[in-house]
């Protein structure tokens, strides 16, 4: 699976749209884009997922570059609700006996009243 | 509501203590997970099982033990010999893949161990 990068923390106003980038420079050609956060002392939550055409969902869009080298994702009009971690994560088809999702570091995104 | 049940969610343990932590699910999921959080950093994961009766080790499986007897239960058992066992554990399950594209991983609330 490719390694992502992401910044260790962003600041956004409430209200405002919050953009998370991350770098997956690696990815390969079947590799999704996922995207989970966990608010704090919580379990991670699903966000979106999306391959090489731009998502959206009642949460989030997932802007992906036309390379795929990275990606955005975009909270519309950030709520203090909100700030949580949020995990980039590039993940395979036939991720194989392992089947699994491997969680960086993340983005602390802190939405400011 | 369909959703996954860890337990306890605050447990303190002295050392040298065997603990077990539950993990209940009623998604109907074949898949289960348990990962290990440290402050500050990401998730690990510790031991997971694709289907009943048949578990792997993960990235961090040793102090740790599991069982897979039932589809909707899946403890994980933090063993003496684990030697930084204080953390935060997360146990996730999800569906059987389809056609090679994983679904989504739904997480518990996780459980908070402390050893004193």
């Known amino acids: 699976d490719a390694k992502t990068t992401q910044p260790p923390s962003m600041d956004c106003a409430e209200g405002r749209a919050a953009n998370l980038p991350c770098n997956h420079s690696t990815i390969s050609g079947n590799e999704y884009v996922y995207w989970y956060r966990q608010i704090h002392s919580q379990g991670p939550q699903y966000i979106i997922h999306?391959?090489?055409n731009n998502e959206t969902n009642e949460m989030a869009s997932l802007i992906i570059t036309e390379d795929r080298k990275s990606s955005t994702l975009i909270l519309p009009h950030a709520t203090l609700r909100d700030t949580a971690v949020y995990y980039c994560i590039a993940r395979g088809l036939y991720g194989g006996a392992t089947n699994k999702l491997i969680f960086g570091t993340g983005t602390l995104l802190a939405v400011q009243p | 509501d369909g959703g996954i049940t860890q337990s306890p969610k605050y447990l303190f343990r002295k050392e040298g203590q065997n603990v077990t932590l539950s993990c209940e699910q009623n998604l109907n999921h074949d898949a289960m997970y348990w990962y290990r959080q440290d402050p500050g950093q990401g998730l690990r994961l510790i031991y997971y099982?694709?289907?009943?009766?048949?578990?792997q080790k993960g990235d961090i499986a040793e102090g740790y033990s599991v069982s897979r007897e039932k589809k909707e239960s899946f403890p994980l058992t933090v063993t003496s010999a684990q030697k930084n066992p204080t953390a935060f554990y997360l146990c996730?399950?999800?569906?059987?893949?389809?056609?090679?594209?994983?679904?989504?991983?739904?997480f518990g609330e996780g459980s908070r161990l402390t050893v004193l």
């Open positions: 099982s694709q289907i009943v009766n048949d578990f």
């Open positions: 999306g391959l090489k």
């Open positions: 996730a399950s999800r569906e059987r893949e389809r056609g090679g594209l994983p679904g989504e991983l739904f």
